[in-house]
């Protein structure tokens, strides 16, 4: 039982260029989200799923996208990265009305 | 909206002596309570949770939160500070329509244990 892992854990990008973040949790839960951290922010809430096929945005969405085509995985896409998305980005599940679930981040820097 | 607002960005404590990390929220019914806790370079952990059981909450390592509905107040407490408590916590509430599929999180308070 290996949690939420998440890849890469560090990963520096160009201006303009795409990546996806990988998420995958092996406790069968419902509810997947992502997150950004940044100093001072506390986390904020990128996209979220409350199973598979369905997702929906959070309070930061602008230049992400998320698919959820399984229960286990739950990607995240910069189609185009920019400076201002340099961050912590955590990714977390539950069991409906359960707490979440969170894994150990992916720092991304953007030059 | 539901919110929640963290009044100290920074405590310092000495070890052994007791820990308060304060916690107001924000909302228009009863609300599911979270505290987290992040230690540097890591992940989060979850604490404890509020939701409507009992008011006072009993964590992992030690602490306890207090629900005061008439306050609107979720306070973190440890009675005796202990080196490895050095971290950053964050108080976090509910607003999901079905559950706890969203999160809004403080802004966190990190606390520094003087030796």
């Known amino acids: 039982n290996a949690g939420v892992t998440q890849t890469p854990k560090f990963q520096v990008l160009k201006t303009g260029q795409s990546m996806t973040l990988q998420c995958a949790q092996d406790?069968?839960?419902?509810?997947m989200s992502w997150y950004r951290q940044d100093p001072g922010m506390g986390l904020r809430l990128i996209h979220y799923?409350?199973?598979?096929?369905?997702?929906d945005q959070g309070e930061v969405p602008n230049g992400y996208n998320v698919s959820r085509s399984t229960t286990e995985d739950f990607p995240l896409r910069l189609l185009s990265a920019a400076p201002s998305q340099t961050s912590v980005y955590f990714c977390?599940?539950?069991?409906?009305?359960?707490?979440?679930?969170f894994g150990d981040g992916t720092r991304l820097s953007i030059l | 909206a539901q919110s929640v607002t963290q009044l100290d960005s920074h405590v310092s404590v000495s070890e052994g002596t007791p820990v308060l990390l304060r916690c107001n929220y924000s909302?228009?019914?009863?609300?599911?309570l979270f505290w987290y806790v992040q230690h540097p370079n890591k992940g989060l952990q979850l604490l404890l949770k509020?939701?409507?059981?009992?008011?006072l909450v009993k964590g992992i390592n030690g602490f306890e939160a207090e629900f005061k509905k008439s306050e609107t107040s979720f306070h973190l407490t440890k009675p005796s500070a202990h080196m490895s408590d050095a971290a950053e916590y964050f108080c976090?509430?509910?607003?999901?329509?079905?559950?706890?599929?969203?999160?809004?999180f403080g802004t966190g308070t990190r606390l520094t244990i003087i030796p």
């Open positions: 977390a599940s539950s069991p409906r009305d359960q707490p979440q679930h």
């Open positions: 406790m069968n839960h419902e509810y």
């Open positions: 799923s409350v199973g598979a096929g369905i997702t």
């Open positions: 909302s228009s019914y009863s609300p599911s």
């Open positions: 509020y939701t409507s059981a009992a008011t």
């Open positions: 976090v509430v509910s607003v999901g329509n079905f559950g706890n599929e969203k999160l809004t």
